[in-house]
């Protein structure tokens, strides 16, 4: 009994999936209370997760499902982060009459998933999670039916992601072929460094993974999927399947190919290099924003990879840093998304911010703030995330990496102050509505202001992260 | 605990900037936004005399020293001055009430956002002369883009957008190189605390590529020959106040910085790479003032003038003798008042007649004599005529660079006399001669507050000329210190060889 404990809030949250879905079956014109109860669920579920945070690091069910404090902390921010999500987006669904029962259910289902990925210590349960999110995703993406963008969008989502997953299923038979076992502490014991096979497996299993987190070469889906998708899919998109992703590589790379580095270090270099570089380079062209978007998240997760090619703790705990600012960023920035609407239609072309400082001049303000923070300009939160990686990063002496990753910075401030020209010294356009309904000003404000204050007092975040010890 | 005078210095601005933004103006022009900017601003200049009358100049430490924990582990936030940034915080916290005095005509819309733009600037301005820990240094040194990026880019002329992006990307390749070489310095020595790194020093294998990092930022930021063409584009562009700010203040960080880190933390390199300094520093004295002798837009002209004064600049500091840093901190501080006199006296004439060709002036004289006289004592003391703060430090220099070395002396020399040509020749076409233009006949001569705020700047200029006493009181201790250590340095290095 003492396992299940443990495992309350998986527990809960398969339950309040399977709840929620009989009262939207069930009750008619229900789908704005099922919208409001999975919201509540994700709190009660956040409270849950904390509730398990002074626990120690265990494993449970033969060593296949593992609590520890890197699980805990992923878990709250994914769930944190979808809490933060329902609440932007709710009024978004309304107005393109997306707000069907399913919605939240599948956004629920996903997060599932993910939580089941970040704690899951074993390739069976990891590949349950896996998909479990992946299948709620692709139905979310196209979740906007009678758009062709859309469906085209999910498609190609579906398409693409099952062939990552299949490379990854192949290196995951082949780990198994090889050691033996599919438990990841047994496959670090039992493999041993003349087993070429495994060599393979790992380029499988990070090819699939680079997928999931949209890293060049494995990018090519992102632009189309994060245009195509609704923007409140989007939004997801950018953000929770990244931090489930990212924990899921300190994983593999940590446990179960701990002996390895030497194969994987090569692999994960190159993969953040490249797409420090194209993330730069690509977003320039941009007009959507939403597209611009996906490209900067291909960037920002080069960097995320930088810290974790150290094999240090100090460069695990800087990705975490990383991805936790980079999702403050992302809500923040999304949510003025959100605030750009006239007439019932949300706008998403760079060129329809033209001149918002003059009508809006608050939304403009954070947007400056959010996008000079996008491209790590002290004093603001994104430049400290990038500190710490270039400190784990130097501290290995990687001196390539980081001059890559800084001049591919200076590339990518040159499209992030684009859109501030845009934004403040261009011709002014028609005004915005304002009545935004409460959530989402105060996702944007409280984001708004963690990215500007976030240089007094910076040891918080550093503080917890800093129990987190992987190796 | 001791009142903390020298972060209330930095953030007295901030807090300032929040009010204007918060509290309400009446909605004729913001005169009382305007009025609680110049308070602030002149409270922090005050502040600020007082630091400089309680500072002990006898002394060669830090003081007024502020630590406390930021980043955990391994970054302090720590705040110090000595007898050369103290200079440099006066010239700051004096230049930033003459810059919101002078936006009184200028700037035609948004007046609130530009003082908060001006004022947090102040801060960021401050908090480079004042930290005593490299990643706080480079904070406040980067941090200083936004502001300055926003000036030029809102505020500026026709073609700003471009001035803005090239003056940002410029400063921002130029810095983060020194990043990598701060954080790369952290794992090398421990620490990034600049009094403990004085102390333990740098080992010397790795001094050279860190100061060639370090170089690559100040050398943008100065502007060194060849990376110095964001300067005039920014200038031409950047509204009068921003281009005070940019000239007076912004270039200084550089040759302070210079001074600081890259004498102070790497005496080796430095003195390995003197010839690269001495050819830089030759050519842009000798080139951009040849440049600046063909320039038909007034600001275009005292931009390039600029360079070839941060020229000197840069000559004076890697001399490594006595006379030419001290001649070199005194450069920095006339050119800060001289350049920012300068470009408010372009300023003056642009608001009344919207153009800065200088084919479209002429005969100034007789319709602005007031205007006439004081533009003289600015042009004079650009040219460095004795009797003005620009001669000091320009001898001072020279007398240094003769010690060293006479062939770059002479090469030198051959740039005042050439300064001297197109800021005459300048003069001459604005002010004398024949009327050019009918419409110039209409031009009222300098109204009050540009009296005020160019009278302010006469009075240093004219005072440090005939009596640089104070000045040089406040830095020779300072930089004593700065080359003993240099020099211990550099012998402890030659034994170590033999």
């Given at each position: 009994?003492?396992?299940?404990?443990?495992?309350?809030?998986?527990?809960?949250?398969?339950?309040?999936?399977?709840?929620?879905?009989?009262?939207?079956?069930?009750?008619?014109?229900?789908?704005?209370?099922?919208?409001?109860?999975?919201?509540?669920?994700?709190?009660?579920?956040?409270?849950?997760?904390?509730?398990?945070?002074?626990?120690?690091?265990?494993?449970?069910?033969?060593?296949?499902?593992?609590?520890?404090?890197?699980?805990?902390?992923?878990?709250?921010?994914?769930?944190?982060?979808?809490?933060?999500?329902?609440?932007?987006?709710?009024?978004?669904?309304?107005?393109?009459?997306?707000?069907?029962?399913?919605?939240?259910?599948?956004?629920?289902?996903?997060?599932?998933?993910?939580?089941?990925?970040?704690?899951?210590?074993?390739?069976?349960?990891?590949?349950?999670?896996?998909?479990?999110?992946?299948?709620?995703?692709?139905?979310?993406?196209?979740?906007?039916?009678?758009?062709?963008?859309?469906?085209?969008?999910?498609?190609?989502?579906?398409?693409?992601?099952?062939?990552?997953?299949?490379?990854?299923?192949?290196?995951?038979?082949?780990?198994?072929?090889?050691?033996?076992?599919?438990?990841?502490?047994?496959?670090?014991?039992?493999?041993?460094?003349?087993?070429?096979?495994?060599?393979?497996?790992?380029?499988?299993?990070?090819?699939?993974?680079?997928?999931?987190?949209?890293?060049?070469?494995?990018?090519?889906?992102?632009?189309?999927?994060?245009?195509?998708?609704?923007?409140?899919?989007?939004?997801?998109?950018?953000?929770?399947?990244?931090?489930?992703?990212?924990?899921?590589?300190?994983?593999?790379?940590?446990?179960?190919?701990?002996?390895?580095?030497?194969?994987?270090?090569?692999?994960?270099?190159?993969?953040?290099?490249?797409?420090?570089?194209?993330?730069?380079?690509?977003?320039?062209?941009?007009?959507?924003?939403?597209?611009?978007?996906?490209?900067?998240?291909?960037?920002?997760?080069?960097?995320?990879?930088?810290?974790?090619?150290?094999?240090?703790?100090?460069?695990?705990?800087?990705?975490?840093?990383?991805?936790?600012?980079?999702?403050?960023?992302?809500?923040?920035?999304?949510?003025?998304?959100?605030?750009?609407?006239?007439?019932?239609?949300?706008?998403?072309?760079?060129?329809?911010?033209?001149?918002?400082?003059?009508?809006?001049?608050?939304?403009?303000?954070?947007?400056?703030?959010?996008?000079f923070?996008?491209?790590g300009i002290p004093p603001l939160a994104g430049f400290f995330?990038k500190f710490y990686?270039f400190m784990?990063?130097i501290?290995?002496?990687?001196?390539?990496?980081a001059?890559?990753?800084l001049?591919?910075t200076v590339?990518?401030?040159?499209?992030?102050?684009?859109?501030?020209?845009?934004?403040?010294?261009?011709?002014?356009?028609?005004?915005?509505?304002?009545?935004?309904?409460?959530?989402?000003?105060?996702?944007?404000?409280?984001?708004?202001?963690?990215?500007?204050?976030y240089f007094i007092?910076p040891?918080?975040?550093?503080?917890?992260?800093?129990?987190?010890?992987?190796? | 605990?001791?009142?903390p005078i020298l972060s209330s210095l930095i953030l007295?601005p901030t807090?300032?900037?929040?009010?204007?933004?918060?509290?309400?103006?009446?909605?004729?022009?913001?005169?009382?936004?305007?009025?609680?900017?110049?308070?602030?601003?002149?409270?922090?200049?005050?502040?600020s005399?007082?630091l400089?009358?309680?500072?002990?100049?006898?002394?060669?430490d830090f003081q007024f020293l502020e630590n406390r924990e930021w980043l955990a582990g391994f970054v302090n936030y720590k705040v110090g001055v000595d007898g050369i940034s103290i200079l440099f915080i006066i010239l700051t916290t004096?230049?930033?009430?003459?810059?919101?005095?002078?936006?009184?005509?200028?700037?035609?819309?948004?007046?609130?956002?530009?003082?908060?733009?001006?004022?947090i600037m102040e801060t960021f301005m401050l908090g480079v002369f004042c930290s005593l820990d490299l990643v706080v240094f480079y904070l406040f040194f980067e941090a200083g883009l936004i502001p300055m990026?926003?000036?030029?880019?809102?505020?500026?002329?026709?073609?700003?957008?471009?001035?803005?992006?090239?003056?940002f990307?410029y400063t921002l390749l130029g810095s983060v190189l020194m990043l990598i070489a701060i954080i790369s310095i952290y794992w090398i020595a421990g620490t990034t605390d600049v009094e403990r790194l004085f102390e333990i020093g740098i080992?010397?294998?790795y001094q050279?590529l860190l100061w060639l990092a370090f170089f690559s930022s100040f050398a943008v930021k100065t502007p060194?020959?060849?990376?110095?063409?964001?300067?005039?584009?920014?200038?031409?562009?950047?509204?009068?106040?921003?281009?005070?700010l940019l000239?007076?203040i912004l270039l200084k960080m550089a040759g302070y910085g210079f001074i600081r880190f890259s004498l102070g933390l790497f005496p080796?390199a430095s003195?390995?790479?003197?010839?690269?300094?001495?050819?830089?520093?030759?050519?842009?004295?000798?080139?951009?003032?040849?440049?600046?002798?063909?320039?038909?837009?007034?600001?275009?002209?005292?931009?390039?003038?600029?360079?070839?004064?941060?020229?000197?600049v840069t000559?004076?500091i890697?001399?490594?003798?006595?006379?030419?840093i001290?001649?070199s901190i005194?450069?920095m501080?006339?050119?800060g008042?001289?350049?920012?006199?300068?470009?408010?006296?372009?300023?003056?004439?642009?608001?009344?007649?919207?153009?800065?060709?200088?084919?479209?002036?002429?005969?100034?004289?007789?319709?602005?004599?007031?205007?006439?006289?004081?533009?003289?004592?600015?042009?004079?003391?650009?040219?460095?005529?004795?009797?003005?703060?620009?001669?000091?430090?320009?001898?001072?220099?020279?007398?240094?660079?003769?010690?060293?070395?006479?062939?770059?002396?002479?090469?030198?020399?051959?740039?005042?006399?050439?300064?001297?040509?197109?800021?005459?020749?300048?003069?001459?076409?604005?002010?004398?001669?024949?009327?050019?233009?009918?419409?110039?006949?209409?031009?009222?001569?300098?109204?009050?507050?540009?009296?005020?705020?160019?009278?302010?700047?006469?009075?240093?200029?004219?005072?440090?000329?005939?009596?640089?006493?104070?000045?040089?009181?406040?830095i020779?201790?300072s930089?004593?210190n700065v080359?003993?250590m240099y020099?211990?340095?550099?012998?402890?290095?030659?034994?170590?060889?033999?």
């Amino acid at each position: 009994m003492e396992n299940l404990n443990l495992i309350l809030p998986e527990i809960f949250i398969s339950i309040a999936i399977m709840f929620l879905l009989m009262i939207g079956v069930f009750k008619k014109n229900s789908s704005s209370l099922v919208y409001n109860l999975s919201t509540i669920s994700l709190i009660v579920l956040l409270s849950l997760i904390y509730n398990l945070s002074s626990i120690s690091d265990t494993s449970i069910f033969n060593g296949s499902y593992k609590i520890d404090k890197l699980a805990t902390l992923m878990k709250l921010l994914v769930v944190g982060s979808g809490i933060f999500v329902m609440l932007t987006t709710s009024k978004y669904l309304q107005i393109n009459k997306l707000n069907k029962i399913e919605y939240p259910v599948l956004i629920l289902s996903s997060i599932l998933g993910m939580i089941v990925m970040i704690s899951s210590n074993d390739l069976i349960v990891f590949y349950m999670g896996l998909e479990l999110q992946s299948l709620a995703l692709y139905v979310l993406a196209s979740f906007n039916r009678d758009n062709l963008l859309s469906t085209e969008s999910g498609l190609k989502y579906f398409t693409l992601s099952a062939l990552s997953s299949g490379l990854l299923l192949y290196g995951c038979s082949l780990v198994y072929g090889f050691a033996e076992t599919t438990n990841f502490n047994e496959i670090l014991n039992n493999s041993k460094e003349s087993q070429y096979g495994l060599t393979f497996a790992i380029v499988f299993i990070l090819a699939g993974l680079a997928f999931k987190i949209s890293a060049v070469p494995f990018h090519m889906w992102a632009p189309d999927v994060y245009q195509g998708s609704p923007t409140s899919v989007t939004i997801i998109f950018a953000i929770l399947p990244k931090i489930a992703a990212l924990t899921v590589f300190i994983r593999f790379l940590y446990i179960p190919f701990a002996n390895m580095s030497e194969q994987w270090q090569i692999i994960i270099v190159f993969l953040s290099i490249a797409s420090m570089l194209f993330g730069a380079v690509a977003a320039i062209g941009q007009k959507n924003l939403k597209r611009l978007v996906a490209y900067s998240s291909i960037g920002h997760m080069g960097y995320a990879l930088a810290g974790l090619s150290t094999e240090t703790n100090q460069g695990i705990q800087s990705s975490i840093i990383y991805i936790s600012i980079y999702l403050v960023m992302n809500l923040a920035f999304f949510s003025c998304l959100f605030m750009l609407r006239r007439n019932e239609k949300y706008y998403e072309k760079i060129d329809d911010l033209s001149g918002l400082s003059k009508n809006h001049p608050l939304l403009a303000f954070s947007l400056l703030i959010i996008l000079f923070s996008l491209a790590g300009i002290p004093p603001l939160a994104g430049f400290f995330a990038k500190f710490y990686i270039f400190m784990a990063v130097i501290e290995e002496s990687m001196y390539f990496l980081a001059i890559i990753g800084l001049l591919s910075t200076v590339v990518a401030a040159f499209y992030y102050i684009r859109i501030i020209k845009i934004i403040y010294f261009d011709p002014e356009k028609e005004k915005y509505e304002t009545n935004h309904h409460l959530g989402l000003k105060v996702t944007l404000a409280v984001s708004t202001i963690f990215i500007l204050i976030y240089f007094i007092y910076p040891n918080g975040l550093t503080e917890i992260v800093s129990k987190i010890n992987i190796i | 605990m001791n009142f903390p005078i020298l972060s209330s210095l930095i953030l007295l601005p901030t807090i300032g900037a929040i009010f204007i933004l918060f509290a309400k103006s009446s909605n004729d022009k913001y005169q009382s936004s305007k009025y609680v900017a110049l308070f602030i601003s002149l409270a922090n200049f005050l502040l600020s005399l007082y630091l400089w009358y309680i500072f002990d100049k006898t002394s060669v430490d830090f003081q007024f020293l502020e630590n406390r924990e930021w980043l955990a582990g391994f970054v302090n936030y720590k705040v110090g001055v000595d007898g050369i940034s103290i200079l440099f915080i006066i010239l700051t916290t004096f230049i930033t009430p003459i810059c919101i005095i002078s936006v009184n005509e200028t700037i035609k819309h948004k007046l609130k956002e530009f003082l908060i733009a001006i004022l947090i600037m102040e801060t960021f301005m401050l908090g480079v002369f004042c930290s005593l820990d490299l990643v706080v240094f480079y904070l406040f040194f980067e941090a200083g883009l936004i502001p300055m990026f926003l000036i030029i880019g809102i505020w500026g002329g026709q073609r700003r957008v471009y001035s803005a992006f090239k003056f940002f990307l410029y400063t921002l390749l130029g810095s983060v190189l020194m990043l990598i070489a701060i954080i790369s310095i952290y794992w090398i020595a421990g620490t990034t605390d600049v009094e403990r790194l004085f102390e333990i020093g740098i080992d010397a294998k790795y001094q050279n590529l860190l100061w060639l990092a370090f170089f690559s930022s100040f050398a943008v930021k100065t502007p060194m020959w060849p990376v110095h063409t964001w300067l005039p584009d920014a200038h031409v562009e950047a509204p009068t106040a921003g281009s005070v700010l940019l000239a007076a203040i912004l270039l200084k960080m550089a040759g302070y910085g210079f001074i600081r880190f890259s004498l102070g933390l790497f005496p080796i390199a430095s003195e390995y790479f003197v010839p690269l300094i001495y050819t830089l520093s030759l050519i842009a004295i000798v080139y951009t003032s040849l440049v600046a002798l063909m320039q038909e837009d007034m600001k275009k002209l005292i931009a390039y003038s600029s360079v070839a004064h941060m020229g000197f600049v840069t000559l004076g500091i890697f001399t490594m003798t006595e006379q030419g840093i001290e001649g070199s901190i005194f450069q920095m501080i006339s050119h800060g008042l001289v350049s920012a006199a300068l470009f408010l006296c372009v300023g003056v004439v642009y608001e009344r007649h919207h153009t800065r060709l200088i084919s479209k002036y002429g005969g100034l004289v007789s319709i602005m004599p007031r205007y006439a006289i004081v533009f003289m004592v600015f042009t004079l003391a650009a040219i460095g005529l004795p009797g003005t703060s620009g001669f000091v430090g320009e001898f001072l220099v020279l007398m240094g660079t003769f010690k060293k070395n006479f062939l770059v002396a002479t090469i030198a020399s051959l740039g005042v006399i050439l300064g001297a040509a197109y800021m005459l020749w300048l003069y001459k076409r604005i002010i004398f001669g024949e009327i050019v233009n009918e419409d110039l006949k209409s031009m009222l001569d300098l109204k009050r507050f540009e009296i005020l705020i160019l009278f302010s700047l006469v009075i240093p200029i004219i005072f440090f000329g005939f009596y640089p006493e104070p000045l040089m009181n406040s830095i020779e201790a300072s930089v004593e210190n700065v080359l003993d250590m240099y020099n211990l340095n550099i012998t402890n290095n030659l034994a170590y060889k033999n």
